[in-house]
């Protein structure tokens, strides 16, 4: 919808119109950097200027039907179950997902077809798009599975993680917000994900579990050179006297960050308490003062988050919560959390539980596709490994030294710990950057803060042109009526990684799978018992 219509100009906004203040949808498009904006009534969405109207379930439905008008003049609408106008779509057809059903891990029901097909329907002159989901639940969930990661030899590793897998059904709303821009010929623009014009982030991780202490040696040794981009993090009780190590990572130039004092996660705030506090005290009599916590294996549990909010932490990183995907503020029982999340990808060094030598050709190849195609995907490299446990990275230095080599050998990936790029990604969500296109001229501009105040130079915006033309611009640069497309950054297209790829989670028959759940239960019933009487047994 145009605001501002004169002779020469005809000046779109490029942004997103939310109409129910819902936390994921605002916790989604926060990350991915896409304008948006709200509305509380009626009157308000008739001078809206958005270009894409968001209608997540519960949209009051006067406000759903005016939006219905406006789609009828040539407005796009995405619509979540029950907010659709489905009676008045005259022309229905599926269009498919880049996932098919198998595949689509996390949306349980295979015999829906929905749940990877978007209806999309003409209504007067808008389109409207019906999402076979509501992102909230999903968006919001920390039920835990094992799920399984192709390794690409035709073997599958298995994890315990999030049970939803979230970049799945990130890249589907992706997907469909930018069609939702292209279908009425306009860009689909964002906030980059990463500074300036790197292409991705190097954010190398070391889950320090315990283990011998020469293993730690080799393995700091490895990533000495590569301090910059290597964040080490301990599990307390395993180091109270082997503390010496602390130190020596923070002399290597490591980022030193909290596993918890115990590696668990308890199902209650007070131990919880306990074990975080520990942690830091442990940390802080090495003269480290952690600003990161990594949740242990898949635990995970709200009251920690809260805790983790309530201490200050800038960042933490849990499977149970995501894997695989850009950094975001998660919902927690029903709020926006203060703390980052920072999904790492799933698969580290397990390779010998499946009788995969760990430094060999197979895993020296599925960390060189991996990386390939995050760099491709335009994708952070979060990737993670355990530096002391016995048969883990600490004895395969010299894998430790391919994975960041093979990373660091594109020229526009940047080293980065995860505290500076977690501060500069909370930079980044605070900056206010609005896009808007210019009809007439074909010129993208943008209008944002930093002109008067400057926060973040190497912020850049992707600008992707229905055509397929994909660039990078500064919005910083003054440019009232829009830059033309040879004043931005040529940008190759970012590729969307096939539901077949290496490293994704593939979706697994339940049959195939030998029963666990019951011995699961038990071994887990006396995991949490040991832990609570190491806790209180003094
Ligand atoms: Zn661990």
């Keep these: 919808m145009p605001n501002k219509n004169s002779k020469n100009t005809l000046q779109l906004d490029l942004s997103v119109l939310l109409l129910k203040m819902d936390p994921a ?4 498009l926060d990350a991915e950097g896409i304008s948006w904006a709200t509305v509380n009534s009626d009157d308000l969405i008739k ?10 379930k519960g949209t009051p439905k006067s406000i759903a039907e005016n939006c219905y008008a406006l789609a009828l003049k040539g407005a796009c609408l995405i619509c979540e179950p029950d907010t ?50 509501c992102l909230r639940p999903l968006w919001e969930s920390w039920g835990r599975a094992r799920r399984f990661v192709n390794v690409g030899n035709g073997q599958l590793i298995y994890e315990e993680m999030s049970a939803i897998v979230k970049k799945n059904v990130r890249r589907v709303v992706i997907e469909i917000i930018k069609q939702a821009f292209f279908r009425q010929g306009l860009p689909f623009t964002h906030k980059w994900y990463f500074p300036g014009k790197n292409r991705s982030v190097l954010c190398f991780r070391g889950d320090a579990d315990g283990g011998p202490k020469e293993n730690f040696k080799c393995w700091l040794d490895a990533v000495r050179p590569f301090s910059t981009s290597t964040s080490v993090f301990f599990c307390t009780s395993k180091y109270t006297h082997k503390k010496d190590l602390i130190v020596a990572a923070a002399n290597a130039g490591l980022e030193v960050g909290s596993h918890n004092h115990w590696h668990i996660v308890f199902p209650d705030r007070f131990t919880n308490s306990k074990s975080l506090i520990r942690a830091e005290t442990v940390l802080n009599s090495a003269d480290q003062h952690p600003t990161g916590f990594v949740a242990p294996a898949f635990f995970w549990h709200p009251s920690l988050y ?9 960042y933490a990183s849990s499977f149970r919560v995501n894997h695989d995907g850009i950094p975001y503020f998660p919902v927690v029982n029903g709020r926006i959390g203060k703390v980052l999340e920072i999904p790492y990808h799933c698969l580290g060094d397990r390779f010998p539980v499946s009788n995969i030598p760990l430094d060999g050709e197979i895993s020296r190849r599925f960390f060189e596709t991996l990386i390939k195609k995050k760099y491709s995907a335009g994708e952070p490299m979060f990737l993670y490994g355990h530096p002391d446990i016995k048969g883990r990275m600490g004895t395969s230095p010299e894998l430790v030294r391919f994975i960041l080599e093979t990373a660091m050998s594109y020229s526009d990936v940047k080293p980065l710990q995860l505290s500076p790029y977690a501060k500069w990604w909370r930079q980044r969500t605070d900056l206010k950057v609005e ?30 042109f ?25 940008f190759s297209p970012l590729y969307l990684p096939n539901a077949y790829d290496v490293g994704e989670v593939v979706y697994k028959r339940p049959d195939l799978i030998t029963p666990w759940h019951s011995w699961r239960n038990r071994r887990m019933i006396r995991r949490f018992a040991e832990a609570y009487w190491q806790v209180y047994r003094s």
């Design 435 to 464: 896009s808007f296109y210019d009809v007439k001229s074909s010129r993208v501009g943008f209008r944002n803060e930093s002109r008067l105040s400057p926060k973040l130079p190497d912020l850049m915006v992707r600008v992707e």
């Design 466 to 490: 229905p055509n397929g033309e994909s660039y990078l611009a500064d919005p910083n640069l003054y440019a009232p009526k829009g830059l033309p497309r040879d004043e931005m950054v040529t």
């Design 84 to 133: 659709e106008p489905v009676m008045h779509l005259d022309e229905i057809h599926y269009c498919k997902m880049p996932y098919d059903d198998q595949n689509f891990c996390g949306l349980e029901d295979k015999n829906n077809s929905r749940a990877i097909r978007v209806k999309r329907g003409k209504l007067g002159q808008g389109t409207v798009f019906c999402l076979p989901f």
């Design 306 to 314: 809260h805790l983790l909010e309530q201490r200050g932490y800038l």
């Design 47 to 56: 001078n809206h200027t958005a270009s894409v109207f968001v209608l997540p």
């Design 25 to 28: 949808w605002i916790s989604f």
